[in-house]
């Protein structure tokens, strides 16, 4: 069984950075591409950024780009959010996310096998 620990979050203030890790880890599973969500209260889950491996691209949802930069390690499964200039409305649970799924679609949150527990990114004004 796989396992995904994210781990980063905290409180910051607005204009402010943080970095998210996240490190998958057991079974036997080959990652095709990994991800970030992120669930503020009272909202649906939400894609951030994703990497697919094979293709070595990056995804970026609009309201993050230029902001947030994902990259991480396919030998070691491990992936990171760097987020930068940070604002109120980043406030959210942030997940972490895989898939062996190959050529999917990065942003469709159904295609993931494995979550993380998730990690409180709060952004006060």
């Known amino acids: 069984q796989v396992h995904l620990v994210d781990s980063g979050g905290g409180l910051v203030q607005a204009g402010g950075s943080l970095r998210l890790s996240c490190a998958a880890s057991g079974g036997t599973f080959s990652s095709a591409a990994m991800a970030w969500f992120r669930q503020a209260p009272g909202k649906e889950r939400e894609f951030v950024a994703g990497i697919r491996w094979s293709a070595r691209r990056t995804y970026y949802a609009d309201s993050v780009k230029g902001r947030f930069t994902i990259s991480g390690d396919r030998t070691k499964n491990t992936v990171n959010l760097q987020m930068n200039s940070l604002k109120p409305e980043d406030t959210a649970v942030y997940y972490c996310?895989?898939?062996?799924?190959?050529?999917?679609?990065?942003?469709?949150?159904?295609?993931?096998?494995?979550w993380g527990q998730g990690t409180q990114v709060t952004v006060s004004s």
């Open positions: 996310a895989t898939t062996d799924v190959v050529g999917g679609d990065p942003s469709n949150s159904l295609e993931y096998n494995y």
